[in-house]
């Protein structure tokens, strides 16, 4: 796989740090290229005019946008270090769960009054799947990072900021001790932690998203 391999992500993308931190597990080599999600290039229009979103991945020349789709064409692309599971159920359910998390729990930080509240309610649950699912383990892999660590590996930095933004507690450590322990460890290993961005940056980022997000909200017909 001699192609040319970049990578158009942003500090304030969490979705960007899956892209690369499967990248450097796999021992890929790839430029990086900035991108300003607040005053976008020409770049992301020309590489994901459907969307107009980061990540995107160019290998040979060639785009694929969306993480989690991008996530699998690297695990099939560059064999060494698999992400997904070799049994075709639990490679399904990996697939499920990613998708699941990155959903409720997003609708958690942007909801408000009793929005919030129910919107609550199955981020809560997708927190519990998760608990359940790492119990045990070192990784929801088993003794290596998998395609799921990568999935919801933004929980242990990000997730604490969306809750400061948000106003709201999820990963209560007594609810779910083995999701938090898996956190704390998680961060810690040197290809994710190497790519962690700020703190400060990302409040500062997400403060302005919410204000930004309900404003649109607000003005809907």
Known sequence: MGEKVKLIGSIQSLFSYRIEWALKLKGVEYEYIKEDVRNKSPLIFKYNPVHKKVPVLVHGGKPLPESLVILEYIDETWKDCPLLPEDPYERAMARFWAKYGDEKLWQAYMAEGEEKEKAMGPALESLAFLEKGIKGKK?????????????????????????????????????FPSLHEWAENFIQISPIKECIPPREELVSYFH???????SLSANKP
């Open 139 to 175: 990784f929801f892999g088993g003794e290596k990072i998998g395609f799921l660590d990568l999935a919801v590996g933004w929980i242990p930095h990000w997730l604490n900021v969306l809750e400061e933004v948000g106003s709201m507690k999820l990963l209560d450590a007594e609810k």
């Open 208 to 214: 302005s998203a919410l204000i930004y997000l309900r």
